[in-house]
């Protein structure tokens, strides 16, 4: 397993952005797919983003859910270690705990192939 460290929640009114990100312990040589969840009070955790393939030089394929088709991009910095979630035109039923993880394979779906996640960073969309 990776460590993986999320950063920058916070609270914002709708409309606006954030950028989050992901920064794991180990070089993507090791780990083929980071992908983005977020759990709401009362929810079960859904995912939003991956990238599979996040050691190749053009920086892999990403896929979205239909939460984040639109108005969300993931992107990934090999060089730091690091992933990144722009978040856009935020609605308050975005409002979460977002939680970056790792697989083997970028199947969002699919709770039990992340093996490692951060501690996740609040979001907070107000009205």
């Known amino acids: 397993q990776v460590q993986l460290v999320e950063s920058g929640g916070g609270f914002v009114q709708a409309g606006g952005s954030l950028r989050l990100s992901c920064t794991t312990s180990?070089?993507?040589?090791?780990?083929?797919?980071m992908g983005w969840y977020r759990q709401a009070p009362g929810k079960e955790r859904e995912g939003v983003s991956c990238?599979?393939?996040?050691?190749?030089?053009?920086?892999?394929?990403?896929h979205y859910t239909d939460i984040a088709k639109g108005r969300f991009a993931m992107s990934s910095d090999n060089a730091k270690n690091t992933v990144y979630l722009q978040m856009n035109n935020l609605k308050p039923e975005d409002t979460a705990v977002y939680y970056c993880?790792?697989?083997?394979?970028?199947?969002?779906?699919?709770?039990?192939?992340?093996?490692?996640w951060g501690q996740g960073t609040q979001v907070t969309v107000s009205s």
């Open positions: 180990g070089s993507f040589f090791i780990i083929n797919t």
């Open positions: 990238v599979s393939s996040i050691q190749s030089s053009g920086g892999g394929s990403t």
């Open positions: 993880a790792a697989a083997l394979m970028c199947r969002l779906g699919h709770l039990s192939l992340w093996t490692s």
